[in-house]
């Protein structure tokens, strides 16, 4: 059984900065991507950063280009999203997203797993 769970979100001023972690457990492929995606209500999710964890290749949302950096530490079994610069635009619930690959980093609906999500408020 796969598990996702995150943490992390919190309330943050307009420039400041947040590290999101996903926790996981149960994966079981060889080869796998893990990513992030926000989702305000009523609106798709978007993809905001994915990484392949065979080779360590990244994918940035245009959005957040240059602010916001995924990595891992597989020793740790823990996905995270530092998050700088954030904007009001940021405010979303977040949740982090594993699927065997390859996976479109911004197509929702080809990733496998889930988490329950954690809540990023921004203030201007």
């Known amino acids: 059984q796969v598990q996702l769970v995150e943490s992390g979100g919190g309330s943050v001023q307009a420039g400041g900065s947040l590290r999101l972690s996903c926790a996981r457990s149960g994966y079981t492929y060889n080869s796998y991507c893990m990513g992030w995606f926000r989702q305000a209500p009523g609106k798709e999710r978007e993809g905001v950063a994915a990484?392949?964890?065979?080779?360590?290749?990244?994918y940035y949302g245009d959005s957040v280009k240059g602010r916001f950096t995924i990595s891992q530490d597989n020793a740790k079994n823990t996905l995270y999203l530092q998050m700088n610069s954030l904007k009001p635009e940021d405010t979303d619930m977040y949740s982090c997203a594993a699927a065997a690959c390859p996976v479109n980093p911004v197509v929702a609906g080809q990733w496998d797993y889930w988490g329950q999500g954690t809540k990023v408020t921004v203030s201007s």
């Open positions: 990484i392949y964890t065979h080779g360590g290749s990244t």
